[in-house]
């Protein structure tokens, strides 16, 4: 299973004007090929009378499925160009659509290709790179006596504290990295003097902006 990766946090578009031509970039998360091909398909039907609808995607933890189609344009000079900016920027699991309402100047290979690398930059920015990481969702159980320590010890943490119950002790869940679990059980251990029950209730990935 992986880890820690980087993929776009929502849909965003943005639009570039170069020699006349409108290049419109539309980017979004997909996850299974399937996904990506809708998506592609959505923006097609969207954009019916656009001179081309380019389109590139990287699926899977390796970037197991990754496609790029030039829709008319010149042989290698929209989709494998996009599909180089998406390999660039580290990211998983991705899919653009980049749409062209051609303004009658031609640009020449060289030129589509910067164009359709651009266009991509710019959509994704406009979607936002989000890092996604694999946290274990820790339960530490304590009794009541331990209730305040441990807390404010999480709550001044760089760990999430997610939800607090209160049974016949006190259960905090908290949101670890999953490389840290063994530090964060360690450190639970001795604030509590060994009085604690601690254990891995779930993994799941949170989502932070991209540095």
């Known amino acids: 299973m992986r880890e820690n ?33 809708a998506f592609i398909n959505k923006i097609k039907k969207e954009h019916h009378s656009a001179t081309h609808n380019c389109s ?36 998983k699991d991705t899919v653009v659509v980049v749409t062209r309402y051609f303004g009658g100047i031609k640009l020449g290979a060289g030129g589509l290709v910067r164009a359709y690398g651009k ?30 320590k441990v807390e404010n010890a999480i709550r001044n943490s760089s760990y999430i504290l997610d939800n607090i119950e209160y049974t016949d ?19 639970i251990i001795e604030m509590t003097n060994g009085q604690c029950k601690v254990n891995c209730n779930k993994q799941e990935f949170l989502e932070f902006d991209k540095q």
């Open 5 to 37: 990766y980087y993929t776009l946090k929502s849909f965003g578009t943005d639009e570039i004007i170069i020699s006349k031509s409108r290049f419109i970039a539309h980017c979004e998360r997909a996850e299974t090929e399937e996904e990506a091909i």
């Open 56 to 91: 590139a995607y990287l699926i899977g933890e390796h970037n197991q499925i990754q496609k790029a189609n030039d829709d008319g344009e010149p042989s290698g000079t929209a989709g494998v160009p996009m599909l180089e900016v998406l390999k660039k920027q580290n990211l």
């Open 119 to 148: 266009s991509t930059t710019v959509g994704i920015e406009a979607a936002t790179v989000v890092e996604r990481r694999l946290h274990s969702l820790m339960k530490v159980s304590v009794s009541y006596t331990w209730l305040g």
């Open 169 to 187: 002790d006190v259960d905090f869940y908290t949101f670890v990295p999953k490389e840290e679990v063994e530090d964060f059980t360690n450190w």
